[in-house]
């Protein structure tokens, strides 16, 4: 029998959507799980890491000479032309500002609801935080025209008391980025600390483990120690969850508040954010699927994580593809001609291609995670995590080129062709992006080894006997 709409949900109810079993195998020990993180931390890289990181670092290296560019001949070197003033650098920011919610999603979120199953991914997924939105910053810093002067948009103390324009876009993603990015940054290294004091514990030179030392404020594994990185890593985690909702959020407001159609509608908030966690999983999962294999962690990152992650996916899948239905549905009911307008023009105007591109990849293909046979292959999820971020980056191009180009004045109608350089700042993006993640995983454990050992089933090879009442039973 149902209980009433207005009861509880039950235990049961609970573990369904968010279970609590352990996954990782009884076998495992907490001498071994050290052993398996630290160990390729103490080795010198294999090849795969050599080829991996010279790729990433020469197409950082293009995007660097892209910038370099950039400040000798101005922003005429991009396709940018009236009305198109925002193509692809705004594009690029949007999307790896997306791809950095996933990261203090999974870490903060699923540590206030107690979901063991978090930490196996969540350092991976806070590090991508850091560096995706380290990587979205370069692009409106470079994109104002007067690199010079970007200090402008930070308040400042000055002689003649002027202030910053407030109701600027641009000064409220400063704030809400840089927000964001502090206390991200400080909620990843809280968690790294006692992780660096178990790397120095293990250091055979004397040069490594100073520097560990340093790193990791010479934690002690005290009582009074881990009393205050309990309190701090709480009142962080409390902290982010809050930004989770507000970066995007204020990120969608720089088109929301225009009067450009396509963009002045009130669904752009809680959309963004689907979309923004949608991206930042499948980036995750595209990490993990292939760092896994590289460290040899499938017994610490498990099918059952994956599977776990798969699911998230198709439900913030299905958030984005109902948006995209509602923006439709609205255009048509507003009789608003020129909304109308825009949104047939997204579907069969000169950027069709990429409109479905992106409703293809992004509302349609993570439903095959529907089916257990797509959640447990590994080769599937790797396909659809690439399709899906493929899927978001042209989300964006479809909102902001297709929304500029054929303005509501046609003798002024252009359409936008990116130029190399625009090319050259994207992949540079990716590079730097790739780059920063496979230095970490050479410098920091890739997964948070203190709470990976509270977790495990059977820490000490001991196992703790019950009562028939479920009490541990107690000897002497």
């Known amino acids: 029998m149902s209980h009433p709409a207005h009861a509880l949900p039950t235990p049961a109810e609970i573990e369904k959507v968010l279970p609590t079993e352990n996954i990782l195998s009884d076998d495992l020990r907490l001498a071994q799980v050290t052993d398996d993180i630290v160990s390729p931390l103490e080795r010198f890289p294999n090849w795969l890491w050599w080829v991996a990181f010279l790729i990433s670092a020469t197409m950082a ?91 402008w948009l930070f308040p400042y103390p000055n002689h003649r008391m002027l202030w910053i324009n407030f109701r600027s876009p641009l000064v409220w993603d400063v704030f809400a980025v840089s927000t964001y990015f502090t206390i991200s940054l400080l909620f990843w290294y809280t968690g790294l600390i006692p992780d660096f004091a178990t790397i120095r514990d293990r250091a055979k030179s004397a040069l490594r483990k100073r520097i560990f030392n340093v790193l990791s404020f010479g934690w002690t594994g005290s009582v009074r120690d881990w009393a205050h990185y309990e309190k701090a890593y709480l009142l962080f985690a409390g902290m982010a969850t809050a930004l989770v909702l507000s970066v995007h959020t204020v990120v969608s407001y720089d088109f929301a508040t225009s009067v450009v159609p396509g963009w002045h509608t009130t669904i752009f908030p809680p959309y963004f954010v689907a979309g923004a966690i949608f991206s930042g999983f499948a980036m995750v999962l595209t990490l993990l699927v292939i760092m896994r294999k590289a460290f040899k962690l499938e017994h610490l990152i498990t099918m059952r994580h994956l599977e776990l992650m798969c699911k998230i996916i198709t439900v913030t899948g299905l958030m984005v593809g109902f948006s995209y239905m509602t923006e439709w549905f609205n255009a048509w009911y507003s009789v608003n001609p020129f909304e109308r307008f825009v949104f047939l023009n997204r579907a069969f105007g000169h950027y069709w291609w990429a ?59 252009h359409v936008f062709k990116p130029t190399i350089f625009d090319i050259g700042w994207t992949v540079g993006a990716f590079g730097l992006f790739f780059t920063l993640f496979l230095l970490f995983v050479r410098i920091a454990p890739v997964i948070s080894m203190a709470e990976m050992k509270a977790t495990l089933p059977n820490p000490t090879g001991r196992k703790q006997k019950f009562t028939e009442h479920g009490e541990p039973l107690r000897h002497g």
């Not at 903060?108 to 380290?134: C, D, G, P």
Request: charged share 10%; proline share 3%; net charge positive.
């Open 61 to 151: 290296l293009a995007g660097a000479g892209t910038l370099t560019w950039l400040l000798m001949s101005g922003q005429g070197i991009f396709g940018l032309q009236i009305p198109v003033g925002w193509a692809f650098d705004i594009t690029n920011f949007v999307f790896w500002i997306g791809i950095g919610h996933a990261g203090t999603l999974i870490s903060a979120i699923l540590f206030l609801l107690r979901q063991k199953w978090r930490t196996a991914i969540n350092r991976s997924a806070e590090a991508m935080t850091i560096f995706a939105v380290m990587t979205a910053g370069i692009f409106p810093a470079f994109h104002v025209g007067r690199q010079w002067l970007d200090f």
């Open 355 to 413: 409109f479905w591109i992106m409703f293809t990849c992004n509302a349609i293909i993570p439903q095959i995670f529907f089916f257990k046979k797509a959640r447990m292959s590994l080769g599937i999820m790797f396909v659809v995590s690439l399709l899906v971020n493929l899927g978001m980056w042209f989300e964006r191009f479809n909102i902001i080129v297709t929304s500029l180009y054929n303005d509501y004045l046609p003798s002024i109608w």
